[in-house]
C-alpha cells in the first residue's frame, strides 16, 4: 500500500500564491498517477490536477488552468502542486489521491487518500 501525507497548507490574500506538497511512503514502486482535489466547506470534492507519476503528463481541471502547476520530484517521492493567482473560491481542503481505475477524474476513481491540508484565501 502507500501512504499519502499533505502539508503546505495556510492563509493567503488573494491573488498569492501557495504550494503544497504530497509525500508518498510505502509501496512507491507501483504509483502511476497521482491527483490533486479539494473540497470546500459545505460541498463534494472535485477534481483538480493529476500527474503522470512515471511520465510527466498532466491534466488540469478548467477552473484552475493557468493559474495552477502540478510537479512531481520522483526521488523524494513527492507531489506538489503550485497554486498563483489565487481566489477566495479556492478556499477548501485540498487532498492527494492515487488514481485506482482509469475511467474519469471524479473521487471514485481514486483512492489511498491522504488526510488534506487547508488552504483559505482571503479578499
Known amino acids: ?10 492563509l493567503v490574500q488573494a491573488g498569492g500564491s501557495l504550494r503544497v506538497s504530497c509525500a508518498a511512503s510505502g509501496r ?24 503522470r507519476w512515471n511520465g510527466g503528463s498532466t491534466y488540469y481541471a478548467d477552473s484552475v488552468k493557468g493559474r495552477f502547476t502540478i510537479s512531481s520530484d520522483n526521488a523524494k517521492n513527492t ?3 503550485q497554486m498563483n493567482s489565487l481566489k477566495p ?23 489511498s ?10 479578499s
Not at 1 to 10: A, D, N, R, T, Y
Not at 28 to 48: C, H, L, S, Y
Not at 90 to 106: E, N, P
Open 89 to 111: 473560491e479556492d478556499t477548501a481542503v485540498y487532498y492527494c489521491a492515487l488514481r485506482t481505475r482509469r475511467i474519469g477524474f471524479t473521487t471514485t476513481d481514486f483512492g
Open 28 to 51: 512507491t514502486d507501483i504509483m502511476n498517477d497521482v491527483g490533486w482535489f479539494r473540497q470546500a466547506p459545505g460541498k463534494e470534492r472535485e477534481f483538480v490536477a493529476t500527474i
Open 1 to 10: 500500500q502507500v501512504h499519502l501525507v499533505e502539508s503546505g497548507g495556510g
Open 113 to 122: 487518500w491522504g488526510q488534506g491540508t487547508q488552504v483559505a484565501v482571503s
Open 79 to 81: 507531489v506538489f502542486l
